[in-house]
């Protein structure tokens, strides 16, 4: 990847909602995220053969697995429309999860429609109350996932699995 | 010149006081009572003897944050309260005089300890626009031994973390 070298922390990640269309997308960051984990873990296929005796695997499907916790609050845009995706079986989200800012040349991370799963809503009576989304990725008439590349200026680059 | 948010924060707390205390009495605080906000106690032991009415002195302690989330910062503020009081004629206070001090530093930590962003009594309203702050943390002396012993003054010492997102 292009860029300089330096420590990446998890708060300059950003998770961006497309409040525009698909094809002319603008994005805004749910600035109420605090903690994401991000995983594509592949199913793999037996691929072996008597060419050698070491089993042979083949990638066969990705699960983007993506979880994000986000303060719960009132009045957020970003926040309400990840509470009111969950809220409903078939909404989904036209989502951006990055490593980076869209500033940052070399950051990268995926786009999809997002169906939120809300997997934990902490309202112990000590703590400041937060969500837990399980993001998923969904079928959507616009689009299947795609890798997120940021470059040069802010120049997003979209490739296929 | 904007203020520090700290101060913010002994300001508001400096304006909640007077309020409950204006209830108590049933009348404005007026002097020699007083509710102030002080860097510095304005009474050293060597000028306890000239003490006159309730005094209640709110004082910056300390403050940290940590991050709420990738774009707000969640403030910590503590706040350190004096109320001091000395027995009007200088002699050994009777107990009654004293348990009724005690019932005040209760009713005020009944307030400032107890502040939530929306459950009764509702957030400590700082600064302008005013931010919601709420109480993590409450600690009383209900009284200091020695102050009341040789200076025949009441003499309590309070402190409380509030937190705010911003």
């Known amino acids: 990847?292009?860029?300089?070298?330096?420590?990446?922390?998890?708060?300059?990640?950003?998770?961006?909602?497309?409040?525009?269309?698909?094809?002319?997308?603008?994005?805004?960051?749910?600035?109420?995220?605090?903690?994401?984990?991000?995983?594509?873990?592949?199913?793999?296929?037996?691929?072996?053969?008597?060419?050698?005796?070491?089993?042979?695997?083949?990638?066969?499907?990705?699960?983007?697995?993506?979880?994000?916790?986000?303060?719960?609050?009132?009045?957020?845009?970003?926040?309400?429309?990840?509470?009111?995706?969950?809220?409903q079986k078939g909404a989904k989200l036209d989502l951006l999860v990055l490593d980076g800012p869209v500033t940052e040349e070399g950051a990268a991370g995926v786009r999809a429609?997002?169906?939120?799963?809300?997997?934990?809503?902490?309202?112990?009576?000590?703590?400041?109350?937060?969500?837990?989304?399980?993001?998923?990725?969904?079928?959507h008439t616009d689009g299947v996932p795609k890798i997120v590349d940021v470059g040069a200026e802010s120049a997003l680059t979209y490739t296929s699995f | 010149m904007p203020q520090a948010r700290i101060i913010e924060v002994c300001d508001a707390v400096v304006a909640a006081v007077l309020a409950e205390w204006a209830a108590l009495r049933g009348s404005p605080v007026a002097a020699p009572d007083e509710c102030v906000r002080e860097y510095v106690v304005p009474v050293g032991p060597e000028e306890i003897g000239l003490l006159t009415g309730r005094k209640v002195w709110v004082a910056p302690g300390g403050y940290g944050g940590e991050n709420a989330s990738r774009g707000e910062d969640q403030d910590q503020h503590t706040v350190a309260v004096i109320v001091a009081e000395r027995y009007p004629d200088g002699s050994k206070p009777p107990?009654?005089?004293?348990?009724?001090?005690?019932?005040?530093?209760?009713?005020?930590?009944?307030?400032?300890?107890?502040?939530?962003?929306?459950?009764?009594?509702?957030?400590?309203l700082v600064g302008n626009p005013p931010r919601r702050h709420w109480t993590e943390r409450s600690q009383v002396g209900v009284y200091d031994w020695a102050y009341l012993d040789e200076h025949h003054c009441f003499w309590s010492e309070l402190e409380f973390e509030f937190r705010g997102v911003r």
């Open chain 1, 113 to 139: 429609h997002f169906k939120p799963s809300l997997t934990g809503q902490a309202q112990a009576i000590g703590d400041v109350q937060y969500c837990t989304f399980d993001l998923k990725a969904g079928y």
């Open chain 1, 1 to 87: 990847m292009a860029g300089e070298s330096f420590a990446k922390t998890g708060i300059d990640g950003v998770v961006l909602r497309n409040t525009g269309t698909y094809g002319s997308p603008t994005l805004v960051e749910i600035t109420l995220v605090r903690d994401v984990n991000f995983g594509l873990p592949w199913d793999f296929g037996d691929a072996s053969s008597r060419a050698t005796p070491i089993k042979l695997y083949e990638a066969v499907q990705g699960d983007l697995a993506i979880s994000v916790v986000v303060r719960a609050d009132d009045v957020d845009a970003g926040f309400q429309a990840l509470f009111d995706a969950a809220m």
């Open chain 2, 95 to 124: 107990r009654e005089w004293t348990d009724e001090r005690v019932v005040f530093v209760e009713r005020l930590t009944d307030l400032l300890g107890n502040y939530k962003p929306t459950r009764d009594p509702g957030p400590l």
